[in-house]
T-cell receptor
Framework: ETGVTQTPRHLVMGMTNKKSLKCEQH?????MYWYKQSAKKPLELMFV???????ENNSVPSRFSPECPNSSHLFLHLHTLQPEDSALYLC????????????????FGPGTRLTVL | QKEVEQDPGPLSVPEGAIVSLNCTYS??????FMWYRQYSRKGPELLMY????GNKEDGRFTAQVDKSSKYISLFIRDSQPSDSATYLC????????????FGKGTKLSVKP
């Protein structure tokens, strides 16, 4: 595996289900991100982790719970979601948070297409 | 006023046309400007990166930044059907807390 991988690629869940999204980066990066991409809206940054420590939580509802057990893996635990949470959830990684220059480019995974019924 | 404005399109052009994609922004502290390309069912990939004002060229792609007007552009010359994708502008301030702020993306279709 290379780059950033995400599983599952598609997920359909009911509002009472609990599910988890998984992201793995094979780039040796120290920072990982969760984004939400909805139709007709800009990418919304949800969470930022640096060296397994959460450094940013952009007012995300508690029904989304991130977990970063090590610098290569990132999870997004989902419970009691709403239909408006249906979106493409993208994971990204970079060598460090912020910084300068293209060397800190964020590499994105293919995303998980989530549908909440 | 939104931090980054980008016309979502869709934009349809014939093969070989010159494409112009644009974003405006309101935060004068933005220093780094990027264009991402996102194919259907894929994540965004970095296409062009520019620091501060000026032009940058890479093959058929040219990125321009005009900080005085708070306006950035991406030009695609001799457009190809393989350029059909959604193009996202993104920008950030400097420093360790400079998160990327994205535009909505413009969906481009290049017809053969």
């Amino acid at each position: 595996e290379t780059g950033v991988t995400q599983t599952p690629r598609h997920l359909v869940m009911g509002m009472t289900n609990k599910k988890s999204l998984k992201c793995e980066q094979h780039l040796g990066h120290n920072a990982m991100y969760w984004y939400k991409q909805s139709a007709k809206k800009p990418l919304e940054l949800m969470f930022v982790y640096s060296l397994e420590e959460r450094v940013e939580n952009n007012s995300v509802p508690s029904r989304f719970s991130p977990e970063c057990p090590n610098s290569s893996h990132l999870f997004l635990h989902l419970h009691t979601l709403q239909p408006e949470d249906s979106a493409l959830y993208l994971c990204a990684s970079s060598s460090a948070v912020g910084g300068s220059g293209p060397r800190n480019e964020q590499f994105f995974g293919p995303g998980t297409r989530l549908t909440v019924l | 006023q939104k931090e980054v404005e980008q016309d979502p399109g869709p934009l349809s052009v014939p093969e070989g046309a010159i494409v112009s994609l644009n974003c405006t922004y309101s935060n004068s502290a933005f220093q780094y400007f990027m264009w991402y390309r996102q194919y259907s069912r894929k994540g965004p990939e970095l296409l062009m990166y520019t620091y501060s004002s000026g032009n940058k060229e890479d093959g058929r792609f040219t990125a321009q930044v005009d900080k005085s007007s708070k306006y950035i552009s991406l030009f695609i010359r001799d457009s190809q059907p393989s350029d059909s994708a959604t193009y996202l502008c993104a920008m950030r301030t400097g420093g360790s807390q400079g998160n990327l702020i994205f535009g909505k993306g413009t969906k481009l279709s290049v017809k053969p």
